[in-house]
């Protein structure tokens, strides 16, 4: 049956949803790449809450799309940013979401790397001595649940960091004290607008040598750097300058295909939001790359980066309303409630187009369930045919 889709212009168009998804199962380990999906949180749509409370989580809906990702070979990157951490996911929530993730990858054997930040601390301006007291609270954490860390972006330090040599103290104090190799991210402005001037600049090459300048001076405890500054460019240019074996994350969610498949002089590995909900066809595209094929991983991958550019167009911050609207849509979840009431973070032309393309790509698995729910959304806005 026809569904009638709102444009950004008010008008409605018709769209013709396809009834059969892609066949997409569950496959060996990937042997090239190492590849994360930083995963979304389910709200407890029950729960008497403000934007202003602290979060209520499903857990066992939150716990089930873990098990997903992990089923289809790709590891979990939990309480990042795509769990909404710091926009509705506050410490103690993420505390208990690093808790309860990492026992059950241990008991599914599945891949898990956890966010280590400041959040905890409160609004008002920090010294130094009480962000590094911050950070060390949550590498604890994750430490004891037996996850690797990674060292996320803080607002608090950005806020108090006078320049670069107050970035160099930080982590270098961090990665002398962390227990093993650890990912450090940096996360762009266009994520979140407090990170402007992250590394002490907002001069991006000046950044880029502080960043390098931390690395260099730890280089055995740095698994990898994950960079989310969406520019190719950039990162390819970062990717080149690394000490060897530290793997650089692509966190580009508008230039994923070419960075993972690389070029002769390297390649990076994934730590990406958009692996929510493109994780079954991300894992089949990996699987193909596995074998050589960079042709036949590039056709798969390829054609999502126009869903993934819609769902992270600016304010990007809000990409997270699209990716749980797709959760909802593909049956790993019972409703469209986030964490903070996020979910109103989109608008309904937004959402439609997200359905669209999603659907176009065979991503749901039960495209009259995907068709359903998305005719409820039409009809709760007044959308009629």
């Known amino acids: ?57 499903d857990w066992d809906a939150t ?24 926009m509705g996911l506050d410490w103690a929530g993420a505390a208990e979401l690093i808790r309860r993730s990492a026992a059950e990858a241990k008991a599914t054997g599945g891949r898990i790397a956890c966010g280590v930040g400041t959040d905890q601390l409160p609004g008002t301006p920090a010294t130094l001595a009480e962000v590094r007291a911050a950070y060390e609270e949550q590498l604890a954490v994750v430490e004891e649940s037996g996850a690797r860390a990674i060292l996320m972006a803080s607002r608090a330090l950005a806020a108090t960091a006078r ?14 004290q962390a227990a093993g190799p650890v990912i450090l991210h940096w996360l762009g402005p266009m994520f979140d607008p407090a990170l402007e001037g992250y590394w002490g600049s907002s001069d991006l090459d000046a950044a880029t040598d502080t960043f390098l300048d931390v690395i260099a001076a730890h280089p055995d405890k740095v698994d990898g750097i994950k960079v989310s500054l969406l520019d190719a460019r950039r990162e390819i240019g970062l ?20 960075l993972i498949a690389g070029d002769d002089q390297g390649f990076s590995h994934a730590l990406l939001g958009i692996f929510d909900p493109l994780g079954p066809l991300a894992a089949e595209a990996v699987r193909v790359l596995d074998t050589g094929d960079t042709d036949g991983f590039r056709a798969l991958l390829n054609p999502t980066v126009e869903l993934s550019r819609h769902l992270f167009q600016a304010p990007t911050r809000f990409y997270k309303t699209g990716v749980v609207f797709l959760a909802w849509l593909a049956g790993h979840q ?52």
């Open 239 to 258: 990717r080149r300058r690394l000490p060897k074996g530290v793997r650089c994350y692509t966190g580009d969610d508008f230039n994923y295909p070419e």
């Open 334 to 385: 019972s409703h469209f409630a986030m964490v903070g009431g996020l979910q109103s973070a989109r608008s309904l032309p937004h959402l439609a187009r997200a359905y669209e393309l999603a659907d176009r790509l065979g991503l749901f698995p039960d495209p009259k369930l995907a068709e359903d729910r998305m005719r409820t959304l039409l009809h709760l806005y007044g959308v009629t045919p």
């Open 163 to 176: 320049g670069p040599e107050d970035y160099l103290e930080v982590y270098g104090h961090l990665l002398r």
């Open 63 to 86: 716990l089930a799309f873990r098990r997903h990702l992990w089923a289809h070979g790709l590891g979990v990157a939990e309480a990042m940013d795509t769990a909404q951490r710091g």
């Open 1 to 57: 049956m026809t569904l009638h889709l709102p444009d950004a212009h008010g008008a409605l168009r018709a769209y013709e949803p396809r009834t059969q998804p892609l066949a997409l199962t569950p496959g060996t380990p990937f042997t090239s790449r190492t590849v994360f999906s930083a995963a979304h949180v389910v709200a407890d749509p029950y729960a008497d809450t403000t934007p202003d409370s602290p979060a209520a989580v």
